[in-house]
């Protein structure tokens, strides 16, 4: 098991201006599970294609435990990688498959055997061992190429988006299975994905990027409750959290036809007359009359819930939508406009020039 450290380190592909990766520091601890995460481009899989030795490090440099790994070739860093596509051998049995790491090594057939036996053990694979990879589901062959890292008793497990082959029903169960083994084995674990879903119900901490840049490294219910800036509180949450621009005035913050007061000591540091406000779908409430006006556009049952997909009354149909969660047995009807309010102590600021949020 072994620590990861990235110590200021940026990629920058040849005739790219911006670094997919620009000056990344990130600490992961030993038998930690970390999630990368953020939009398509953000430099996640880079980064960790960093990590595996498949991608040169242009500045700064990369640490597994104390050895620094900038220029050592891939298979000589002690890491496993788990593919998007499973990049399993056709010809091959599970088994060999699951082994063929190990007797590239040299290991002794008995030795490689017994280890293939007590990975496909933990990963209920036992019965599958003689089978072909054609023969098994999307699943089944995710678990073999799960197997195959295992075998090999790595210092840490990459995995590049390892479900996105899978059907939503699969990945689901898929994910628990994941996370589950790797609280097993103990092994320092860096899982790309761009589904924030994943990434929430996964890791011990989550990472997220934009455009090469990390945003914030925190635990799920810290980034959920707690995002430092406005593309984490846009990007964390399903739906995503409502960002509104309002004025500020002596007493608060004005929400439409409320006032929401505010200790001004949380303004001190922006000298804007407006900021963004932040709130959660589930922390809007109907209201009568003061509040935010918000026309209903979409109403989506979920039995007993609902939410309401809606916009400022008066914008136009390409406006930002208003999300909120309802009470699903007494929704609001489309087409009708209805006024929403922020409850007590669950609103979240941001400076409305840099997005930093503003306050504890």
Do not use: W
Not at 194 to 202: I, P, S
Not at 255 to 282: H, M, Q, Y
């Amino acid at each position: 098991m072994a620590t990861v450290t990235f110590d200021n380190a940026s990629r920058v592909y040849a005739g790219q201006e911006r670094p997919a990766v620009d000056n990344l520091n990130l600490d992961i601890a030993d038998g930690e599970f970390l999630v990368l995460v953020g939009p398509s481009g953000c430099g996640k899989s880079t980064s960790l294609r960093m990590l595996a030795g498949l991608e040169e490090i242009d500045a700064g440099r990369i640490l597994i435990g104390e050895r620094d790994v900038t220029d050592v070739p891939p298979k000589d860093r002690d890491i496993a990688m788990v593919f998007q596509n499973y990049a399993l051998y056709p010809h091959m049995t599970v088994a060999d498959n699951m082994g063929f790491a190990l007797k590239i090594a040299g290991t002794p057939k008995a030795e490689i055997r017994k280890r293939v036996e007590e990975a496909a053990d933990i990963l209920d694979l036992r019965e599958y061992l003689d089978r072909k990879p054609k023969a098994l589901s999307g699943g089944q062959r995710q678990r073999v190429a799960m197997g195959r890292a295992i075998v090999r008793s790595p210092q840490v497990f990459l995995m590049d988006e390892p479900l996105s082959n899978l059907d939503a029903k699969l990945r689901v169960s898929t994910r628990t299975q994941i996370a589950s083994l790797q609280r097993r084995l103990g092994v320092t674990t860096v899982y790309v994905t761009h589904d924030q879903t994943e990434a929430m119900t996964m890791g011990d901490r989550v990472a997220v990027l934009n455009a090469g840049v990390l945003q914030q490294v925190d635990t799920p219910r810290r980034m959920y409750d707690h995002p430092d800036n406005v593309f984490v509180a846009g990007f964390i949450g399903s739906p995503a959290m409502n960002l509104v621009e309002q004025p500020l005035t002596e007493g608060g913050v004005q929400f439409g036809g409320a006032l929401i007061p505010l200790d001004r000591s949380t303004l001190s540091d922006t000298e804007e007359k407006a900021v963004t406000v932040g709130v959660r779908p589930e922390d809007l409430e109907l209201v009568d009359g003061e509040g935010l006006a918000v026309e209903v556009d979409v109403v989506e049952e979920l039995g007993a819930d609902a939410y309401v997909y809606g916009r400022l009354a008066g914008s136009d149909a390409n406006a930002k939508p208003v999300i909120a969660r309802v009470d699903g047995r007494r929704p609001p009807a489309k087409g009708e406009t209805v006024h929403f309010r922020p409850k007590q102590g669950h609103i979240h600021l941001f400076d409305v020039k840099s997005g930093l949020r503003l306050g504890d």
